[in-house]
């Protein structure tokens, strides 16, 4: 790096999971048709005026407490001016001045420790119409005009892609888990554009806005490029101005869209078809006991629990699994259960591409397999052979099995097996008396095979070892 700081910001548009836009009741909705999800509101035809959805105050304000930002609780709507095709009205409606959070942060994991990533303001506003260029012609998506976007913006406070990468992923599960947006990169409904400088010194360099990111790796594959490409520039003495560049995903690199000569002058002037807007403490209060369980509250819960750390990792990456997960806590064996979610359910749900809600695996009998896992009334070989069962027919675990022919074993009778393989197998009984426990393993399967498989395999264990030191 030859002694090159690299310094990041990022501003990132979130859309708000709300049925409806943000000044019009048109759905919203990704994926529909082209401009079937809109109105004259959406179109900006002279003489409309927006109406306010509160939900999208709701959501603004949960995204800003999730943040840990101060709350604007008057605040108002401005109008921001300028001139392009998906943007019929000639101005967006925006937060300016009056920003619904500010002086935010979010805390990330680094090799130094933990570290504090300053959000400077979270403003509400309006999303713009697709822009949709093929050959000689351009085609405008009014879907999207006026979609509800909060736009989050950092502090240059990350020196590395990897605090950069670490803080889109900390974001992004901050929104999903409370409920402010889904985060689809891939659709759109989180979009990232970051500002990258390199400088010897502490004192910024000509910054570089790069645009058009489609993921959150891609991030981190671009502030990398861009480092190699301004370090470059100044080795050999040459400089450049302020620009905009658009990330390339085929080529991995980083394509100049513009330079800027002089900052924009947007106009801004407060709304006037938007009355100011009051937040009670009594409205905040409410809106942040209404926040669901965060990420964090969650992994406290699986470690209290027993789960390791990489199954934590999956689930919480799941939020459908972690919510069903969340429904049983305290009532049966968590670390089991998250085995069966991660594994042969998650394969089962894999393979006929469905998901849990639409199997015949109630809350009732999911508790029951649980159970029995848990207190040795069945194995995972058998929970193998019954899951399509388990899955697709309305009989509880006990019918399940008397289908099967599967019998809870007694203690007695496992005993009675283990002793009739250890009466059989003399040599390998002496063996493991004389140190070489590796012999174990093997009266281990001949018993298993003896109880074709329905026995517990830890309580054989157990069972075996007591015997062997008679």
Do not use: W
Not at 80 to 89: A, E, I, L, T, V
Not at 111 to 130: A, F, L
């Amino acid at each position: 790096m030859n002694n090159y700081k690299t310094t990041v910001g990022i501003e990132v548009h979130a859309e708000l999971k709300t049925k409806t836009k943000i000044f019009s009741d048109s759905a919203n909705h990704y994926g529909k048709m082209a401009n079937t999800c809109t109105n004259v509101i959406d179109l900006g035809y002279p003489g409309t005026l927006p109406t306010m959805n509160e939900e999208v105050i709701r959501l603004g304000l949960r995204a800003a407490l999730v943040l840990n930002c101060e709350i604007n609780k008057h605040m108002h709507f401005d109008r921001k001016n300028y001139f392009y095709p998906d943007n019929p009205k000639n101005y967006q409606i925006t937060q300016n001045r009056t920003p619904i959070g500010v002086n935010g942060y979010v805390e990330i994991d680094t090799d130094n420790g933990k570290k504090k990533i300053r959000i400077h303001d979270i403003h509400i506003e309006e999303d713009t119409c697709k822009s949709i260029h093929a050959e000689k012609k351009s085609m405008l998506d009014y879907n999207r005009a006026g979609v509800p976007l909060v736009e989050i913006v950092t502090e240059a406070d990350m020196n590395s892609a990897e605090e950069a990468v670490k803080y889109l992923e900390k974001l992004r599960e901050l929104l999903l888990y409370a409920d402010v947006s889904d985060c689809k990169i891939e659709e759109g409904s989180m979009r990232c554009d970051c500002n990258v400088s390199v400088s010897k010194t502490d004192k910024l360099n000509t910054k570089v806005e790069v645009k058009n990111i489609g993921s959150i790796s891609n991030v981190g594959v671009a502030i990398k490029y861009e480092e190699d490409r301004q370090i470059a520039l100044y080795e050999k003495g040459e400089t450049f101005k302020e620009q905009t560049r658009r990330f390339d995903d085929k080529t991995m690199s980083t394509i100049l869209m513009r330079v800027k000569e002089t900052g924009n002058d947007y106009r801004y002037f407060p709304e006037p078809d938007i009355p100011f807007i009051d937040l009670t403490e009594e409205y905040i209060k409410e809106t942040k006991e209404n926040i669901p369980m965060s990420a964090d509250e969650r992994r406290e819960i699986y470690r209290k629990a027993g789960i390791n750390e990489i199954n934590i990792g999956k689930i919480i990456q799941n939020r459908t699994i972690s919510d069903y997960l969340n429904k049983f806590n305290n009532r049966i064996n968590l670390v089991i259960a998250s085995n069966l979610l991660l594994g042969d359910i998650a394969a089962y749900l894999n393979k006929y591409e469905m998901v849990l809600e639409d199997t015949k695996c109630t809350d009732e009998k999911f508790i029951d397999v649980v159970n029995y896992l848990d207190k040795g009334k069945i194995n995972s070989k058998i929970f193998k052979v019954i899951l399509d069962d388990i899955m697709e027919s309305d009989s509880s675990i006990d019918e399940i099995l008397e289908n099967h022919n599967i019998k809870e074993m007694s203690e007695e009778e496992l005993i009675s097996i283990i002793e009739n393989v250890i009466d059989s197998n003399s040599k390998m009984v002496n063996d493991y008396k004389n140190g070489n426990e590796r012999v174990l393993k093997g009266l281990m399967g001949l018993i298993m095979k003896e109880t074709g498989g329905n026995a517990n395999p830890e309580l054989v264990t157990k069972k075996l070892v007591e015997l062997l030191k008679k």
